[in-house]
């Protein structure tokens, strides 16, 4: 299938059992709206799955491993062979992420789509496009064509992937750097506004961290309507293939847990790129990247909780898929006010939508 088959497929959220959801919802023994986001995300999943009552059970995060040339610029306070070692320690449960997926049963698949060395670990998926992006300070990271292949990498192995939700994550020193590079362009934002220090940089580093991108934009001229133009040139094939699994998510319709800043720049090349899959992404944790913001708003979405979390990986995803977990609970097993023994009549007035003090007065 082409990138535009997958996209086709991707239709709008199912209303009739959205519908059945909140009527259910409505039911339950709880003053209206009592569970906020619970209900909500409960809602959601009604809608992506044409199903009431869901369950989360096999919970699936992909991490997406790639190089980035632009490290030569001296962006990062890691070197760039960090990228190699953690790829490989996050199928062995060794980083944050993997740990999480570890505590709470979660599965995870590492796929190297461009990790700058030699992969001998057979855990990690081996889909490599090349060794590394080259350095967009000086030309483009890749050619249109890998950025393509890259989309298609990651739509296809969600494709693969049989679980009840998934979780989009990566691993590649630098890749805040191009994230950032891609927000600005897409946003038509300023490098400031959309750039942070990462995974912590001197304030000198920071300060060069932004003129390398100013300069990457400069010398690359990506045309801000042309998702492939601006992944291509100031990119990196690590936000290709988690745009692309973002999209494969939707493609299945099953909900699909953007993590932090990098995670939710690869989700808004996928709402460009196919606009009803937004409907089906499901924020974990509010980074704290300066540019995440910017990224959730342009996607009218909201993070579900803040914990000042900045370390990527995907480690937002698994805290998230408990968030879903307890959602469905919510709505297949609270008694409803006629299963309580409740007589929900006192509830009227609030649902005619009159408002009360704390006392109970109007």
Same mark, same amino acid.
């Given at each position: 299938?082409?990138?535009?088959d997958?996209?086709?497929?991707?239709?709008?959220?199912?209303?009739t059992?959205?519908?059945?959801?909140?009527?259910?919802?409505?039911?339950?023994?709880?003053?209206?709206?009592?569970?906020?986001?619970?209900?909500?995300?409960?809602?959601?999943?009604?809608?992506?799955?044409?199903?009431?009552?869901?369950?989360?059970?096999?919970?699936?995060?992909?991490?997406?491993?790639?190089?980035?040339?632009?490290?030569?610029?001296g962006?990062?306070?890691?070197?760039?062979?960090?990228?190699?070692?953690?790829?490989?320690?996050?199928?062995?449960?060794?980083?944050?992420?993997?740990?999480?997926?570890?505590?709470?049963?979660?599965?995870?698949?590492?796929?190297?789509?461009?990790?700058?060395?030699?992969?001998?670990?057979?855990k990690?998926?081996?889909?490599?496009?090349?060794?590394?992006?080259?350095?967009?300070?000086?030309?483009?990271?890749?050619?249109?064509?890998?950025?393509?292949?890259?989309i298609?990498?990651?739509?296809?192995?969600?494709?693969?992937?049989?679980?009840?939700?998934?979780?989009?994550?990566?691993?590649?020193?630098?890749?805040?750097?191009?994230?950032?590079?891609v927000?600005?362009?897409?946003?038509?934002?300023?490098?400031?506004?959309?750039?942070?220090?990462?995974?912590?940089?001197?304030?000198?580093?920071?300060?060069?961290?932004? +003129?390398?991108?100013?300069?990457?934009?400069?010398?690359n001229?990506?045309? $801000?309507? !042309?998702? /492939?133009? =601006?992944?291509? #040139?100031v990119?990196?094939?690590?936000?290709?293939?988690?745009?692309g699994?973002?999209?494969?998510?939707?493609?299945?319709?099953?909900?699909?847990?953007?993590?932090?800043?990098?995670?939710?720049?690869?989700?808004?090349?996928?709402n460009?790129?196919?606009?009803?899959?937004?409907?089906?992404?499901?924020p974990?944790?509010a980074?704290?990247?300066?540019?995440?913001?910017?990224?959730?708003?342009?996607?009218?979405?909201?993070?579900?909780?803040?914990?000042?979390?900045?370390l990527?990986?995907g480690s937002?995803?698994?805290?998230?898929?408990?968030?879903?977990?307890?959602?469905?609970?919510?709505?297949?097993?609270?008694?409803?006010?006629? +299963?309580?023994?409740?007589?929900?009549?006192?509830?009227?007035?609030?649902? $005619?939508g !009159?408002? /009360?003090? =704390?006392?109970? #007065?109007?």
């Amino acid at each position: 299938m082409t990138l535009q088959d997958y996209i086709s497929v991707v239709s709008p959220l199912n209303d009739t059992a959205m519908a059945a959801a909140r009527e259910r919802q409505a039911q339950l023994a709880k003053p209206p709206g009592s569970l906020g986001r619970l209900e909500d995300l409960s809602i959601q999943l009604a809608g992506i799955t044409g199903k009431v009552h869901n369950k989360i059970e096999k919970k699936q995060l992909l991490v997406f491993a790639a190089d980035n040339g632009v490290v030569a610029e001296g962006v990062s306070s890691a070197p760039q062979s960090v990228t190699l070692m953690q790829t490989i320690n996050l199928t062995r449960h060794k980083t944050g992420a993997s740990t999480l997926c570890k505590h709470f049963g979660c599965n995870i698949t590492v796929c190297d789509v461009g990790v700058n060395a030699d992969i001998k670990e057979p855990k990690v998926l081996n889909k490599k496009i090349a060794y590394g992006t080259q350095n967009i300070a000086k030309g483009p990271a890749m050619t249109r064509e890998q950025a393509m292949q890259a989309i298609i990498t990651g739509i296809e192995l969600v494709q693969n992937t049989d679980a009840d939700v998934i979780g989009i994550g990566e691993m590649g020193i630098g890749n805040t750097t191009t994230s950032s590079a891609v927000l600005a362009v897409l946003l038509d934002a300023d490098v400031e506004a959309v750039t942070g220090r990462g995974g912590g940089i001197t304030d000198q580093s920071f300060l060069k961290k932004k +003129q390398v991108i100013k300069t990457a934009i400069d010398v690359n001229k990506p045309d $801000k309507n !042309d998702v /492939f133009d =601006v992944l291509a #040139k100031v990119g990196g094939f690590d936000i290709a293939a988690m745009c692309g699994a973002f999209i494969g998510a939707a493609a299945t319709r099953r909900p699909v847990v953007i993590d932090g800043f990098i995670s939710a720049v690869a989700a808004l090349c996928a709402n460009k790129l196919c606009p009803n899959s937004t409907a089906y992404f499901i924020p974990s944790h509010a980074s704290y990247e300066i540019g995440y913001k910017l990224a959730m708003d342009a996607m009218s979405l909201q993070p579900l909780f803040l914990l000042g979390m900045r370390l990527g990986e995907g480690s937002g995803c698994p805290l998230a898929f408990e968030i879903l977990d307890a959602a469905c609970a919510i709505l297949n097993d609270m008694a409803t006010f006629d +299963q309580a023994g409740i007589d929900d009549g006192y509830l009227d007035e609030i649902r $005619k939508g !009159d408002k /009360f003090t =704390v006392e109970g #007065k109007a």
